[in-house]
């Protein structure tokens, strides 16, 4: 029920907008967040939107250059994401929490976009 899409090959420096659809019912009752999967690594934390969309957090590996977003209307979370790196290349997944607390631990969301692949060259 959560559609990422945006991904994509790009130069370091360059951006990409990412996108997840999520058509819930309850879509003003969760926190979206924002993870990434790197080859042998273990998903983390990236950004998350609170359920209103007044509060937004951010690892601080991309803490100035990613913005996290939300259209309540459009029920949809979007991840602009400027100065890309290599670093940056992963797998970016979106998922929801009730947790408006402990945003950046991924056991405690529910639900998760299928995954949209990022590749960022040097």
């Known amino acids: 029920q959560l559609q990422a899409s945006g991904g994509g090959l790009v130069q370091s420096g360059g951006s990409l907008r990412l996108s997840c659809a999520a058509p819930?019912?309850?879509?003003?009752?969760?926190?979206m967040g924002w993870f990434r999967q790197a080859p042998g690594k273990e998903r983390e934390f990236v950004a998350a939107?609170?359920?209103?969309?007044?509060?937004?957090h951010y690892a601080d590996s991309v803490t100035g250059r990613f913005t996290i977003s939300k259209d309540h209307a459009k029920k949809t979370v979007t991840l602009q994401m400027n100065g890309l790196k290599p670093e940056d290349t992963a797998v970016y997944y979106c998922a929801r929490t009730r947790s408006n607390t402990y945003y950046s631990r991924k056991d405690l969301y529910d639900l998760w976009g299928q995954g949209t692949q990022v590749t960022v060259s040097s």
């Open positions: 939107i609170s359920r209103s969309g007044g509060q937004a």
């Open positions: 819930l019912r309850t879509f003003g009752s969760y926190t």
